[in-house]
């Protein structure tokens, strides 16, 4: 069974910088997206990359945050800048193994998903 394990959340100040990596314990997803659920609201989509490295961001994240991957390590990034208190909320990473033509945001899409990683900025 396919696993995905978030790690790198924790307590920051804003302005501050945090790294989230996502580990797969075996294959190359073709699409992997981060989302994240602040309290008292829908989950909703961060940014995605596409196995040959197309993104997206939701805009609010737009230039402070920045997707990656690395294949060779079946291993998923979110840099994370600038931080704000808006920003607080649990990050999950998920995965496709299907093609798909754009980056989806709808997490209807993401048939693997890791348990989540706490983020929480002060201000």
């Known amino acids: 069974q396919v696993q995905l394990v978030e790690s790198g959340g924790g307590l920051v100040q804003a302005g501050d910088s945090l790294r989230l990596s996502c580990a797969a314990s075996?294959?190359?997803?073709?699409?992997m997206a981060w989302f994240r659920q602040a309290p008292g609201k829908e989950r909703e989509f961060v940014a995605g990359i596409g196995l040959l490295g197309r993104t997206d961001y939701v805009d609010s994240v737009k230039g402070r945050f920045t997707i990656s991957r690395d294949n060779a390590k079946n291993t998923l990034y979110l840099q994370m800048n600038s931080l704000k208190p808006d920003d607080t909320a649990v990050y999950y990473c998920?995965?496709?193994?299907?093609?798909?033509?754009?980056?989806?945001?709808?997490?209807?899409?993401?048939?693997?998903w890791g348990q989540g990683t706490q983020v929480t900025v002060s201000s």
């Open positions: 075996r294959r190359t997803f073709r699409t």
């Open positions: 998920a995965g496709t193994l299907e093609s798909l033509i754009t980056i989806s945001k709808q997490e209807g899409v993401y048939n693997y």
